[in-house]
């Protein structure tokens, strides 16, 4: 199949399922605007059910009806009592490492499907119009309830020259650090201790970043996940975690907006990397951290989890690991000796 019937294919497709989403939606569907980094986003969502269920994590970028520059509709069988129909596809040859289907991925037209989460993403970035589906919204994992639309926004990203990042990020106004490690590192543990700090929190575990003109985070989700060690370290959270009784099968979540909404930040100018790493001990020290060590900490963990992260995102993260000093933060057991280190970094290297 040459490019061109290989992109008649995909589009074919995406037209089917924008209908479909068409006649699943109320006759005054969920609609609400989110301020994304530089851009607008605009969600409708057929039904209530899929809207309550993924889009706190969003709340503190709400803003008030305005030209977006995206576009996602989303919707689920279950509440509207439609069925999307088997895909042109072969399950068996088609899908991709990381559910891109194969055939369906053009210059225009992304389509991958996460098989854990049960959800299709699709995003026609001629028309800035992206496609959300699940079979059924009460049956969505944690991950995706805490980072919903992750794909979608990674790929909206992509065309403005930034990248979603695997990576949490904390400061003041006027400028902050980005944390960044594989699970398990310290990144939520980090961002969460600075709740009861002067600093703000921009997220835990996904943020967005720009080099052009200067390095910068922007905020994408209030919501924070915890594992078992973390919510022992930060006892004072664990009345306000939003889902209990799922937690022999997935990760503690936050939704912070209601609770810490002043705390929050959109995002800030970036000063530095800081790798937390959890030692022994009291006291939380920095050391200075190599740019290999901060390749490894945000590239891998960031490229292995997102579809079509291609070459211009590995560009991206190399150059933002050659424009800021990098530091290791060894994280003790007093907590509040961690903002303390991070905001004294701040003061020391913001211009």
């Excluded at 004072?236 to 009784?245: D, E, G, K, R, V």
């Excluded at 022994?280 to 997102?306: V, Y």
């Excluded at 424009?323 to 280190?341: K, S």
Aim: glycine share 6%; charged share 20%.
């Amino acid at each position: 199949m040459n490019a061109r019937a290989a992109q008649d294919v995909a589009l074919e497709f995406f037209e089917t399922a924008r209908r479909l989403f068409e006649s699943a939606r109320d006759a005054r569907p969920v609609e609400n605007f989110f301020a994304a980094g530089p851009s607008i986003l605009r969600v409708i969502s057929a039904r209530a059910p899929l809207a309550e269920k993924l889009l706190p994590a969003l709340a503190h970028l709400s803003i008030p009806p305005a030209r977006a520059d995206w576009t996602v509709l989303m919707w689920d069988d279950v509440s509207t009592g439609t069925r999307m129909p088997p895909p042109p596809w072969d399950w068996n040859t088609a899908r991709g490492q990381r559910g891109e289907i194969l055939g369906y991925n053009t210059a225009r037209i992304f389509t991958v499907y996460d098989s854990d989460a049960g959800a299709l993403h699709l995003l026609d970035a001629a028309t800035r119009t992206a496609l959300y589906w699940t079979h059924d919204a009460r049956r969505l994992p944690g991950y995706e309830v805490s980072a919903p639309l992750r794909t979608i926004l990674h790929w909206f990203a992509q065309t403005q020259n930034m990248q979603l990042i695997h990576g949490g990020a904390v400061g003041t106004t006027d400028a902050g650090v980005l944390l960044a490690g594989k699970g398990g590192m310290g990144k939520s543990t980090t961002a969460l201790a600075c709740l009861d700090s002067e600093l703000l929190y921009a997220g835990d575990d996904y943020c967005l970043i720009q080099n052009e003109p200067q390095p910068a985070v922007h905020s994408l989700y209030s919501s924070a996940k915890l594992n078992a060690d973390s919510i022992a370290r930060l006892p004072q959270l664990a009345a306000f975690i939003a889902n209990p009784n799922a937690l022999s099968r997935e990760k503690a979540i936050l939704f912070l907006a209601e609770q810490w909404r002043a705390k929050l930040s959109r995002g800030f100018p970036l000063v530095a990397l800081v790798l937390p790493r959890v030692r022994d001990g009291r006291d939380t020290t920095l050391a200075p951290a190599t740019r290999h060590d901060a390749l490894r900490a945000l590239g891998i963990s960031t490229l292995i989890q997102l579809p079509r992260a291609e070459e211009s995102a590995a560009r991206r993260i190399q150059a933002l690991a050659r424009a800021l000093p990098c530091y290791t933060l060894h994280l003790g057991t007093d907590l509040a000796q961690i903002p303390r280190r991070i905001a004294e970094l701040i003061s020391e290297l913001a211009p």
